[in-house]
């Protein structure tokens, strides 16, 4: 029990960084920008402050948390994963979320305000600000996520729990962090793979890669073109990405012998 309640501890401690600096970081933008301030004119830039903020919020509150020593406690070790099962995960990754964007469009509830909104502010990006969009939502972002929730969360969660139990709460955790209802349960389903992809691979390092991959298509796919229009088109992308995440799905390596 103290395991979990310590863990839980930290993740109060991560929302209210997140939230808590986010507020700060735009709230400030809007105090400099005092009278002129303008949610779909300035978003990008809101965007390029509020991310960083609650990244780097995660990373802090991941590393103090975590104690000593950190390497291990936060899976920072090296893969024993092949390049090839690396781009497999990538792949998976990929899939599983056009999959989950496909179906939420098919069914009509959508990706949710939060994705539709951080799309038209990038759809509108110069090349400048794509790229720093790229680094930022498409690598610090992911770095922060992957270090608090599959490198410290999970792996704590593990010490009082077997692998099943852990990664669906850390899954769900991750989903709850995001706010909205319809982002929060497509993050979900990709903390769930996420997890997968930590305890398989035994290292948090592959599912920081995946990650880093997914956002950053996400982001020039977003800026290039939004989400995919049309039922037919839908359709045939759910069914398509979900057989790429079958098939990814026997590239990952069985899970690690438990010691003991």
Known sequence: MRVIATTLLAYLAAVTAVFGLQLVAV???VTRRAGTFDLER??????LVGVPASSLGLIAVAWLAAGRPRRERLRLVSTRVPAHGILAMIAGILALSQALESLALLIGVGPGANLEWIART?????????????LVVGGLAPVGEELFFRGFMLTRLRRAWSAGPAIVATALAFGLIHGEWAHGLLATGIGLYLGLVTVRSDSVLPAVICHVAN????VLLSAATGSPQGRG???VLLVVTALIFAASLRWLPPAPAEAG
């Open 215 to 218: 956002n950053t298509v996400s």
């Open 233 to 235: 088109v839908n359709a």
């Open 42 to 47: 300035d978003g990008l830039t809101a965007l």
């Open 122 to 134: 990038l759809a509108t990006a110069t090349p400048v600000s794509l790229a720093l969009a790229v």
């Open 27 to 29: 709230t400030t933008l």
